[in-house]
């Protein structure tokens, strides 16, 4: 058997009930992969040694007593700083919120706590997860465990790196354009971004609430399912997660995937800047999607992703300026005081947050200003409701989508920090599933130059079993 810290959720769950490793020896074996690695990786702002081991005993006990356990009682996980854990700093990646400690639990967090999951520590993130390399975090950016000279991307970066290394058995994320999907790609892990509605977003920290979806990133596909099961439902503190009933995950994926129709954007591989080997890597995988479903793939038309991208670049900022209004220096976070209330109000958001941060901000309140509204934000809603369009339209005809998760593998780190445009592509191929609110999944399914591509599978909203079901099955196939 691998090392304990190398399990997945799945041979972890079955050791644990077969008492062949207890819960505080998987815990303690992650805690020491993080002591040996994670001084170069940093894929970790916060760790809870005592706190985990505690959790982990209390786990013990109750296999001991032979009490009926969720899946997840026992296995230890990381989550994003940016999720609320009650009396555990959550700093978001920020020097303003550098010293917070939540007075309350995130939904995700807490079904996990009621499942008896161990909380190891809190995950490192491009600030208020605005970003696509965790080079914007306040505090210091992530190395990629494939290749330490590059990012693990972002704004994820943190949960993908840990993951991958052993740090953790799973981790959760937060996607909004990208960030669990593309950080997974570049890491060689599994990252799911639900249906916009299927998680809660209940004490996560919002960055733009109308994207922002509760995300997880994992070893497998079939450990993918049984984090979704757990964290998923409604949620009477998030008006936006949805009534509609979960489906049994992991049994849907073992179901067969032949005859499944499989559509191809056409405008996803004619885009500018995407690596010829990347695509060599996904037209391959391609191929035996199509002898997995013994189907070929139907040409499809989406809009250009590059409209997305010009769409989510408006929404985004004006829902972040709006958001980010909060951070005011007085409420809570970093205060620095000023002369009168303005001055205050200057001081901590001037000192407190990052160029990144800020640049959002202005570019947001702009587009939402007398004047621009109309012509900036009112226009890119209106495309944004043309982008779900496609998609409607899309599913009429196919039941999943392929594409790629990004354009390139990981790049190095200090490659793009400079320049914030040449940053935001990097999200060309993961930000229209997000403005449309389908689920989508990055799967591993090659390399290039060494480096990890994943495939992105995107399915219709709610859907996930298919999704994961297609996911499985390819995942498999690479055996
Ligand atoms: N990289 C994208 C951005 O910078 C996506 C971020 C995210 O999904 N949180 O906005």
Redesign the pocket.
Known sequence: MSSLHQLTIEQASAGLAKKEFSSVELTQACLDQIASSDHRLRAFINVFPEHALAQAEKADLAFRRGEALSVLAGIPYAAKDNFCTEGFATTAGSKILEKYLPPFESTTTQRLKDAGAVLLGKTNL?EF????STENSAFYPTKNPRDETRVPG???GGSAAAVASGEVIYALG???????R?PASFCGVVGLKPTYGRTSRYGVMA??SS??TISHLTKTVADSALVLQSIAGRDPHDSTSSNLALDNYSEEIKKPVKGLKIGLPQEYFTAEGIDPQVKEVIFSALKKVEELTGTSAIPINLSAPDYALAC??LI?PSEVSSNLARYDGIKYGLSVSGSDLFDTYQKSRGQGLGA?VKR?IILGTYALSHGYYDAYYQKACAVRSLIKKDFEGAFKTVDLILSPVASTTAFKIGEKSEDPLQ??L??LF??PM?LAGVPAISVPCGVSAGLPVGLQIIGQWFDEKTVLRLAHHFEQSRK
């Not at 997860?129 to 696509?132: H, R, T, V």
């Not at 937060?174 to 669990?180: A, E, F, I, P």
């Open positions: 491009d997860a605005m970003g696509g972002g704004s994820s937060t996607d909004t354009g990208g960030s669990v593309q960055m733009a994207l922002d989510y670049y985004m990144e959002r940053m935001y990097a999200d993961t930000i997000s």
